[in-house]
Structures are given as C-alpha cells and as structure tokens.
C-alpha cells in the first residue's frame, strides 16, 4: 500500500498500540487518537503468553517487559476443595524454546508504559475521544470531543468493548453482560508475612474461579481476579469499590491455602463482565477493527489481549503487503477469524488449562512470520 496512505488508530490500546507500532516501520504515517489523557496505572494485571511475546520481541520492546514483569516458574490449576493440582505446566528455558518465547505477567500498567515505547514519539494524540465519523469518497473524517477533525484514508477501530468505530460500521449494539463480575485486588507481597505462594495459580470452583498471581521478578506485588457470577448489573458504571469481607464470603467455602491470601487482600474492586457473540465481519469501507472492537471475550483463557496484539501484528502486514484496503482487509479477515472464534469458545467453555490440555497452537503461534490465508472464495467460482 502507498506509504501515503493517511492511517489513523483509534484506541491506545494493547491491539492500537501494536498496529501502530508495526505500520510505522513500515514506513507508514500512523497517529493514535486515544480519548484518555494520559495512561494511567489501574489496578490490574495481565498475562501475555508466547504468542504476544514474539510480538512484542520484533517491536523492540520484549526485554523491557521481561524486565518489568516475572516470568512465573510455573501456572497451577488446582481444586477448590481437596486443593488438588488438576493441572501443572512448568515454565523454563525447554518451555521457552519449543513456544519461541516466555510466558509472563504484568501489572496492566507497566506494560502500557513500554508499549509507549513501541511508537514513534508524540504519535499518540491524547485527549481525543472519537464521538463521529463521516465516510466520502475521498476521505474519512474523524470528529473529537475536543472539536478537532482529522481526515484520513483509513481508520483502524482498536478501541475496545465500546468501540465507536464499531457502531459506526456496524449500527449500535451494546455489549453482552454475561451474568459474572470479577474482584480485583493488588497488594505487597509482604502482608503475606513470609507465607509462601506459587508464581501463578488458578483456583478451580463449580461456579467460580480464582487466579493469584505475582506481577513483578521481585514477587513484591500480588494480583488476585476472583470471578464469581451475579445474575444482574445495574450500573453504567466500569467498575464499584468492593471489600474483603465481600471477596471472602464469595469464596468461602474455598481451600485454606487461598482464604489465607484472600484475609489480607486490601483495595478490592468489583468489575462486571462483558463480552459479545461472534461476529465475523471485522470491515467494511475504509474501515477496519481488531481486538476488543470486534470480538471481546470472557476473560477466562487470558486471551483477550493476545488476540488484540496478534490481529495488530496480522493486519499491519495486510495492509504493508497490498496495494488495495479491501483486498487488505479480506486477507486479514481470513487469517483472523477461525483462531480467534476458537480462543472466544474455549474462554466461554473456562476449560483452559483446567486439566491436561495442547498449548502448543496457541503458544507456538507466531503472527509475524504466520503464512497469511487468502479471502475464502465464493463457490463456484
Ligand atoms: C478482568 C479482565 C482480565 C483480563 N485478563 C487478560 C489477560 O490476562 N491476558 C489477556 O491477553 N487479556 C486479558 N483480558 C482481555 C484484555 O484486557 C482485552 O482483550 C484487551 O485489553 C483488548 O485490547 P484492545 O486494544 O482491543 O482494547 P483496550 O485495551 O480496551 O483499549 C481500547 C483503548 O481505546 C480507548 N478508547 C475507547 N473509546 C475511545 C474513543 N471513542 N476514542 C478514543 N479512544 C477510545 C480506550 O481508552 C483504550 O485505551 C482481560 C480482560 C478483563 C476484563
């Protein structure tokens, strides 16, 4: 595609950051347009698997993460009342070789501020919170909050579950509440006073789960994501203030291992879970999305943000590669959708790494180099 060719990423995310990144080696003049004004360290942690860290490795920036973050020794599934490991993969230099890569979790917003390290300075426009678009023949305009007006040749909607790029192409559809909530907490490791936990366990409950995991090499830092169900959510609101005692009595009857990590939890916040039902067309015009845009997931398989970072690492090489948006779009399209359908049905089955399970297409997977699929034909032709 021309190098001319005006780009603009809506959304500062994981899956805008990685396509931005990707685009701008390639030669292309990319701005993200991200409506927060600057990014901040809430309250969170991820996991990004080897698929992501290959990803990361050829935006320059993998080392920084490995530095900022831990590489866990092991992941643990165990059950919530004999405390019986159902499942264990270990995590080492022989883990690493066969999936290219490390498996590694991070505080959320640690690794947004190396992300910011894999574009090229001032390319990020913050304060612009995209509220229209306006498709000629020519152009896409892109109007602002702040009133400002942008036009562009493309637009990549990387702007998660609300995405507004997403209602543009595709009319107004709101989110699916899945009837669950998460509690969320971070705390030093140090309240623990000296009692020892695993790198990174999932605990495993009829109804219910429960990931601990520690988010820094130091092990100074603990993250606790406790989903439990809840018919109803009466509130626009991201996210309200929990409490311990709330996080402890849904999981009470759990082992005596976890309610010993849970008595000291501190800052415990509540956050509904949304998702979508599969939808397959990712473009149209001079559109496109990627990520949470267009296929939010249950965050059960820790694959949401893998997904958002391999459709960036795909798409950029779509649009490098043809001289057509359309063609472009299709061959993405055709790469992305089946991978990422099975990742959104395994993280709706919560049956990852729940007992003996093949990590070895998800992990092993490397989008930079993956063989691109052509756009299905149309039969009989
Ligand atoms: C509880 C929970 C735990 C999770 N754990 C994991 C995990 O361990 N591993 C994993 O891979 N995934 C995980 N996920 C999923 C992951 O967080 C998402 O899939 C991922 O963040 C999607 O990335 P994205 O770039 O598509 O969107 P986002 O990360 O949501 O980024 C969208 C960006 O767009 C901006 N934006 C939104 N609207 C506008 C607008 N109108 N104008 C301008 N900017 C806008 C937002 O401010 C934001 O910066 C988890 C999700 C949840 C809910």
């Given amino acids: ?62 080392q920084m993460i490995v530095d900022t973050g831990i590489k866990p020794d092991s992941y643990i599934s165990r059950a919530w009342d004999t405390g019986e490991t159902m499942y264990e993969i270990e995590f080492d230099a022989a883990s690493e070789q066969r999936f290219g890569g490390p498996y590694l979790n991070i505080h959320r917003g640690d690794l947004h501020a190396v992300l910011e390290k894999g574009v090229a300075p001032g390319s990020i426009a913050f304060n612009h919170r995209l509220v229209a678009l306006d498709e000629t023949r020519d152009a896409i305009r892109l109007v602002f909050d702040n009133d400002a007006k942008v036009d562009a040749d493309i637009v990549i909607g990387a702007d998660g579950i609300n ?53 820094t090499s130091k092990r100074d830092e603990v993250y606790v994501i406790g989903v439990v169900p809840r018919p109803q959510w009466n ?23 976890l309610l010993r990590v849970l008595e000291v939890t501190t800052d415990v916040s509540v956050w509904p879970i949304y998702d979508r039902e599969r939808h397959d067309r990712w473009s149209g015009g001079r559109i496109v999305l990627l990520g949470d845009a267009c296929h ?56 990852w790494m729940r007992g003996p399970t093949d990590t070895d297409w998800f992990y092993c997977y490397d989008p930079c180099v993956v063989e691109l699929k052509p756009e299905p034909k149309e039969s009989g032709q």
């Fill in 296 to 351: 939010p997931m249950r965050p059960y398989m820790a694959g949401g943000g893998a997904m958002a970072i391999e459709d960036g690492a795909i798409l950029s090489r779509c649009l490098a590669q043809f001289d057509d948006t359309a063609e472009a779009y299709r061959w993405y399209e055709a790469t992305r959708v089946d991978r990422v359908g099975d990742v959104q049905r395994i993280s709706i089955e919560n049956s």
């Fill in 235 to 257: 509130s626009d609101a991201a996210s309200r203030p929990g409490s311990r005692e709330e996080l402890i009595a849904d999981f009470a009857n759990f082992h005596p291992d």
């Fill in 1 to 62: 595609m021309n190098r001319q060719t005006r780009i603009a990423v809506v959304g500062a995310g994981l899956g805008g950051m990685t396509v931005a990144g990707f685009l701008q080696r390639a030669g292309f003049a990319v701005t993200i347009y991200e409506q927060a004004p600057a990014f901040s360290r809430i309250g969170a942690g991820i996991i990004l698997s080897a698929n992501v860290m290959k990803v990361l490795r050829r935006l320059g920036i993998e």
């Fill in 163 to 215: 995405s507004k790029v997403r209602e543009y192409l595709l009319g107004p559809e709101p989110p699916r509440y899945i009837g669950a909530v998460a509690h969320r907490a971070i705390f030093p490791t140090e309240v623990l006073r000296g009692y020892k936990i695993p790198d990174c366990t999932k605990w495993w409950g009829p109804d219910r789960h429960l990931l601990a995991y520690f988010m």
